[in-house]
T-cell receptor
Framework: DTEVTQTPKHLVMGMTNKKSLKCEQH?????MYWYKQKAKKPPELMFV???????INESVPSRFSPECPNSSLLNLHLHALQPEDSALYLC??????????????FGPGTRLLVL | GENVEQHPSTLSVQEGDSAVIKCTYS??????FPWYKQELGKGPQLIID?????GEKKDQRIAVTLNKTAKHFSLHITETQPEDSAVYFC??????????FGKGTMLLVSP
C-alpha cells in the first residue's frame, strides 16, 4: 500500500481564519513533506520532516506552521493567509535513508482558496 | 543547487504513437531521477524512476534512459493511449538534497 491521504480535499478560507490541513500515511515512512503547487507549475517544496523533526524549511512565511505529531501524521496550520496562497497543497512521504533520496509518494492534495 | 530543464512543454500525439520527454540536470552529484504523472485534480503519481548506476529501465510501455556523461534523462512511452494524457514531471536529486522538478510536459493523446 503506497497511499498518502489528505484532508480536506477542498478548503475555502478568509484572510482572518485559522485552519489546518492534515496528512496521514501508514507505510512506515520517516520522512514527510509539504509542497505547494500553483496551476501549471511543478510542486514547490515547503517543509521536510525527518523522524518527526523539522529538517528543511524553504523560507516559508510564518503564516504557515507545520507540525508532525507522530510518525504517521503531518499537519499544516494556516493563519492570516493571503489570496496569493491559494494553491494545491500536497503532502508526500518517503523512507529516510540519510544521504540517499528515496521515492516520494504523494497524496491527492488539498485545494485551498483564500478569499 | 540543482537545476532541471524539461522539454517539450506540450506534446500532442496520436493514439498508438510513441512519446518522448527529455530532461537535463546540472548537478553531476545527482543520482536519483523519478518521473511523475499528474492528472487533472490529482496528486503526482510515480510512474518510473532510475538511479545513476543504471542506464535504462523499462516497465511495460514506459522506459527511462539516463546518460550521466551528458547529464540528461528521457521518458519514453510506447503505444500511447488516451489515458496517458496528463502532465509529466521529471525530477532529480543529488542525495544530500530533496527533489528538484522540471517544469512539466503536458501530453495530449488523441484517439
Amino acid at each position: 500500500d503506497t497511499e498518502v491521504t489528505q484532508t480536506p480535499k477542498h478548503l475555502v478560507m478568509g484572510m482572518t481564519n485559522k485552519k489546518s490541513l492534515k496528512c496521514e500515511q501508514h507505510m512506515g515512512h520517516r520522512a514527510m513533506y509539504w509542497y505547494k503547487q500553483k496551476a501549471k507549475k511543478p510542486p514547490e517544496l515547503m517543509f521536510v520532516y525527518s523522524y518527526e523533526k523539522l529538517s528543511i524549511n524553504e523560507s516559508v512565511p510564518s503564516r504557515f506552521s507545520p507540525e508532525c505529531p507522530n510518525s504517521s501524521l503531518l499537519n499544516l496550520h494556516l493563519h492570516a493567509l493571503q489570496p496569493e496562497d491559494s494553491a494545491l497543497y500536497l503532502c508526500a512521504s518517503s523512507q529516510e535513508r540519510g544521504d540517499r533520496q528515496e521515492t516520494q509518494y504523494f497524496g491527492p492534495g488539498t485545494r485551498l482558496l483564500v478569499l | 543547487g540543482e537545476n532541471v530543464e524539461q522539454h517539450p512543454s506540450t506534446l500532442s500525439v496520436q493514439e498508438g504513437d510513441s512519446a518522448v520527454i527529455k530532461c537535463t540536470y546540472s548537478d553531476s552529484a545527482s543520482n536519483y531521477f523519478p518521473w511523475y504523472k499528474q492528472e487533472l485534480g490529482k496528486g503526482p503519481q510515480l510512474i518510473i524512476d532510475i538511479r545513476s548506476n543504471v542506464g535504462e529501465k523499462k516497465d511495460q510501455r514506459i522506459a527511462v534512459t539516463l546518460n550521466k556523461t551528458a547529464k540528461h534523462f528521457s521518458l519514453h512511452i510506447t503505444e500511447t493511449q488516451p489515458e496517458d494524457s496528463a502532465v509529466y514531471f521529471c525530477a532529480a536529486s543529488p542525495g544530500y538534497s530533496t527533489l528538484t522538478f522540471g517544469k512539466g510536459t503536458m501530453l495530449l493523446v488523441s484517439p
